[in-house]
């Protein structure tokens, strides 16, 4: 910035050197980042009910392994001078409030699920299912979808697994109650009532395919 006085003018501050990307330190190394993936990896499914990898088979605490994870990175990337690499993966990964959110040992059960695949999934209904029509949808619209159609459906539905519904409302059937329902009817029927109505069903269905045929015949 310069301050213009008649013909003179005095910069109040000088203009940063120009940089370059090549003088910019890297920030890892390519011979670097293929270990540092292999040793995350092996940190995401290290688990307390999952026996080490060794010839005792050892089983260890959920504290321990997150001490043992963090000592390697730490070591890993201390003997190769990675101290960006390091604070990253402390601040992103490797921390406590950061490590319960993707590493496996910081839940009891072994969950099945990996970090994103329930968001992956939402947002596949609402492009699938909601803005099937819009390729590049406004935030707007988005939000609104979200607010009116999205968020009740996910209401309803834990409400039917907490089993909370209103009074008066039965609860719907599980899809094999509805198919032995739907078999409880139809063999309390007597067989010759059966019988008539599979008859019917077939000549309803010849009936409603005979016009598409005579059509057909006609144009040849």
């Not at 203009?15 to 990896?41: G, H, N, S, V, W």
């Not at 979808?145 to 907490?162: D, E, G, Q, W």
């Not at 309803?204 to 395919?209: A, G």
């Amino acid at each position: 910035m310069v301050l213009k006085v008649g013909d003179s003018r005095t910069p109040i501050y000088p203009a940063p050197p120009p940089t370059r990307a090549q003088d910019l330190p890297t920030f890892c190394p390519k011979e670097y980042r293929k270990p540092i993936i292999e040793k995350f990896r092996v940190h995401l499914h290290q688990h307390p009910s999952i026996p080490s990898n060794d010839d005792a088979g050892t089983l260890l605490m959920a504290d321990k392994i997150h001490r043992r994870a963090v000592k390697e990175v730490y070591d890993f990337c201390f003997e190769r001078d990675l101290s960006q690499v390091w604070a990253y993966l402390w601040n992103r990964w490797y921390c406590p409030r950061q490590w319960v959110l993707w590493a496996r040992a910081s839940c009891p059960a072994i969950p099945r699920l990996k970090t994103t695949m329930i968001v992956e999934s939402l947002w596949r209904q609402i492009k699938r299912h909601d803005l099937p029509q819009f390729n590049r949808p406004q935030l707007d619209l988005v939000t609104n979808v979200v607010l009116k159609f999205l968020l009740p459906r996910v209401k309803h539905k834990i409400a039917l697994i907490h089993e909370e519904r209103r009074l008066g409302r039965p609860q719907g059937l599980a899809p094999w109650q509805a198919s032995f329902a739907q078999d409880w009817h139809n063999m309390s029927k007597p067989d010759e009532l059966r019988s008539m109505e599979k008859e019917l069903a077939i000549l309803k269905d010849t009936l409603r395919k005979a016009p598409a045929r005579a059509e057909t015949t006609r144009r040849d």
